[in-house]
């Protein structure tokens, strides 16, 4: 037997904070679907580096371009305020060692922060781009805006887009199905999966890849 549920969120849906379903879908707990997690870095009009962690995006492309589709972006955040001003932005991606480091961003992230210093990240420079990089990503995406869109139009989050123009990835991480793939790299976020008979849970995770097959 399956569940069956619409666009009307669920009688039995707990709500464990105030507004959480104005700013997330039901359907987002209800799903349950992992996202990889990485930080948007950027500078603040005062000049101090941003780090934003953010999750729910997708990444692809053609033979005419690459490109970072970022869902879920709010639009009072450094982050956004900075790409729209800027038209740049750097992916970074971590591994789930730095989740705590990152969330102290989130924690201390006021205008005259240096979030870099919060995070104990190292800065460094982007080839192609005005956005600083962090030195502890394996993984770097410079990135040049391509288009926003509010799919809802409710001025609460944005898809942003962004052209993927260069890449910077730590040599040990470059070699096909190898340690991006491990504790050690991708990590993902489980966002409070709810418990579809009862309505509760707001547990939320973070995992890494387990490969469980290879095919050639």
């Not at 989740?99 to 240096?114: F, Q, S, V």
Request: proline content about 2%.
């Amino acid at each position: 037997m399956k569940i069956e549920i619409g666009k009307t969120r669920p009688q039995n849906f707990k709500e464990y904070w105030e507004d959480q379903y104005r700013i997330f879908s039901h359907f987002e707990y209800a799903c349950g679907i992992p996202h990889v997690m990485f930080a948007i870095t950027t500078y603040k009009e005062n000049g101090k580096p941003n780090v934003n962690l953010h999750s729910w995006s997708s990444f692809s492309g053609d033979g005419s371009g690459f490109f970072a589709i970022i869902s879920g972006l709010y639009q009072h955040t450094h982050a956004y305020k900075d790409i729209l001003r800027t038209g740049e932005f750097c992916i970074n991606f971590l591994s789930a060692d730095y989740y705590d480091n990152l969330y102290d961003t989130i924690k201390n992230n006021n205008y005259e922060a240096d979030e870099f210093i919060i995070g104990k990240f190292t800065e460094e420079k982007a080839k192609l781009i005005n956005a600083p990089r962090i030195k502890e990503s394996f993984l770097c995406l410079e990135c040049k805006l391509h288009s926003t869109s509010d799919l809802t139009n409710m001025g609460i989050a944005v898809l942003v887009i962004g052209e993927v123009i260069n890449i910077a990835i730590d040599e040990e991480y470059s070699k096909g199905i190898d340690k991006k793939y491990s504790e050690t790299g991708f990590m993902f976020n489980i966002h409070a999966p709810k418990n579809l008979s009862t309505g509760e849970d707001n547990i939320s995770a973070v995992a890494t890849c387990n490969i469980v097959r290879t095919e050639s």
